[in-house]
């Protein structure tokens, strides 16, 4: 089982920029996959980005550029740095693992981005 707490979520204007973490209960090294989606109210949840047990990472278009999904396997911790954010940016951004054919979620961090 993999507990998943994401922080590093708040208010910032347009322009500005936030990193989250998301700190894993087990060695991130032995989870398939990790990734970051995110949830805008009266939307569905939809793919952020993902970086894989191998460094690989992958991006919805709607960020490429300007978002960066990063581990750091010494610390369990895979993090989401956000620069040029916009107001539809505007979410609740959830940390998810793949681990034993098991899809693992965070609580969330709420992100607003004011124009």
């Known amino acids: 089982q993999v507990q998943l707490v994401e922080s590093g979520g708040g208010l910032v204007q347009a322009g500005g920029s936030l990193r989250l973490s998301c700190a894993a209960s087990?060695?991130?090294?032995?989870?398939?996959?990790m990734g970051w989606y995110r949830q805008a109210p009266g939307k569905q949840r939809e793919f952020v980005a993902r970086?894989?047990?191998?460094?690989?990472?992958n991006y919805a278009d709607s960020v490429k550029g300007r978002f960066t999904i990063s581990r750091d396997n010494a610390k369990d911790t895979v993090y989401l740095q956000m620069n040029s954010l916009r107001p539809e940016d505007t979410a609740v951004y959830f940390c998810?693992?793949?681990?034993?054919?098991?899809?693992?979620w965070g609580q969330g961090t709420q992100v607003t981005v004011s124009s």
């Open positions: 998810n693992g793949f681990f034993r054919w098991t899809n693992y």
């Open positions: 087990r060695s991130i090294v032995s989870i398939n996959a």
């Open positions: 970086i894989s047990s191998g460094g690989s990472t």
